[in-house]
């Protein structure tokens, strides 16, 4: 499975702007996709993931700014993301997993000025 992330970019305090990843390959078994994101000096953490029959997990410091969705492309997932912080700097991974292994896409940066 290949992830492919797009999006991201430079933004000021409230702005918005939405992420993108698509699966490729061996995408039958994937049963989740999501966001993680890692902000320098700190570790990796969710934003949002979504599972196959639709579940939503969501960090606490997101809900009521990011919005995860299905893409209308099969195994592709968004990320929207409005009323954007200054600490919501960071590089985003798109995220997938199996029953067997979890993948993870290349980083996309974030950056949210003041």
């Known amino acids: 499975v290949q992830l492919q992330a797009c999006g991201g970019g430079l933004v000021q305090a409230g702005g918005s702007l939405r992420l993108s990843c698509a699966a490729s390959?061996?995408?039958?078994?994937?049963?989740?996709m999501g966001w993680f994101r890692q902000a320098p000096g700190k570790q990796r953490e969710l934003v949002a993931a979504?599972?196959?029959?639709?579940?939503?997990q969501k960090s606490d410091s997101v809900k009521g700014r990011f919005t995860i969705s299905r893409g209308s492309a099969e195994n592709t997932v968004l990320l929207q993301m409005n009323n954007l912080e200054p600490v919501d700097t960071a590089v985003y991974y798109c995220?997938?997993?199996?029953?067997?292994?979890?993948?993870w896409g290349q980083g996309t940066l974030v950056t949210v000025s003041s």
């Open positions: 995220w997938g997993k199996t029953v067997r292994r979890e993948y």
């Open positions: 390959g061996s995408t039958i078994n994937i049963n989740g």
């Open positions: 979504i599972g196959r029959g639709g579940y939503i």
